[in-house]
């Protein structure tokens, strides 16, 4: 199953059953996903969608740290599920979210 596939099914799963004990509030996506995030707009418009393109931050490995982690603060997100950030994000970016991450890199 794609990525793509996984969210969508998390994002159904969220916002269909009253059992779920989850509340997706942001999806960051990257430029190479920009279909995906408006694929979610359309399907869930409650739910904040941000793309941040990591090569802009390709020299500044700390901005895009601060910035992904800016976002996870504004949105109130106290579980965060990584995938294509994981490896881009710094070491005291993970450390500081340990404990929060479902998904962090090895």
């Not at 990591?54 to 109130?76: H, I, N, S």
Request: hydrophobic content about 45%; charged content about 15%.
């Amino acid at each position: 199953m794609s990525n793509y596939a996984s969210l969508l099914s998390l994002l159904a799963y969220s916002t269909s059953t009253f059992e779920c004990a989850f509340e997706i509030v942001l999806v960051l996506s990257t430029l190479a996903s920009l279909s995906n995030i408006a694929r979610v707009n359309e399907l869930y418009p409650s739910i904040v969608t941000k793309m941040i393109q990591p090569r802009k931050y390709a020299a500044r490995y700390y901005d895009l740290t601060g910035k992904v982690g800016a976002e996870f603060q504004l949105r109130g997100c106290e579980l965060v599920i990584l995938d294509r950030y994981a490896y881009r994000l710094s070491p005291s970016f993970i450390m500081a979210w340990h404990g929060c991450l479902l998904r962090e890199p090895p």
